[in-house]
């Protein structure tokens, strides 16, 4: 259901669809990745890190989530986060 809806162009709804899927299942590595990939492109990229790494813990051989993962780590919001934490 997340892939349709983003494919017709209703990428709140996808997301939703998504969080819903990972509820019902956590180990869900595929729907992680396709939540995290959506919530990088909606600049949510806090959220999307933690999307990327509850994907690595599903599937820690997932390369895609470990790029995907590197990518939004470089984001400057979630940069300045860590930075905020460490103060």
Same mark, same amino acid.
């Given at each position: 259901? *997340?892939? &349709?809806? /983003?494919?017709? *162009? /209703?990428?709140? =709804? @996808?997301?939703? @669809?998504?969080?819903?899927?990972?509820?019902?299942?956590?180990?869900? =590595? #595929? &729907?992680?990745? /396709?939540? *995290?990939?959506?919530?990088?492109?909606?600049?949510?990229? #806090?959220? &999307?890190?933690?999307?990327?790494?509850?994907?690595?813990?599903?599937?820690?051989?997932?390369?895609?989530?470990?790029?995907?993962?590197?990518?939004?780590?470089?984001?400057?919001?979630?940069?300045?986060? &860590?930075?905020? *934490?460490?103060?």
């Amino acid at each position: 259901l *997340g892939i &349709a809806e /983003h494919e017709l *162009g /209703h990428d709140a =709804a @996808a997301i939703a @669809a998504f969080e819903q899927a990972v509820a019902l299942e956590p180990g869900f =590595a #595929s &729907a992680w990745l /396709h939540l *995290g990939v959506l919530l990088s492109t909606a600049a949510r990229y #806090s959220e &999307a890190k933690e999307a990327f790494g509850a994907c690595l813990d599903a599937e820690p051989s997932l390369e895609q989530c470990r790029q995907d993962l590197a990518l939004v780590e470089r984001k400057p919001s979630v940069l300045g986060a &860590a930075d905020a *934490g460490a103060k």
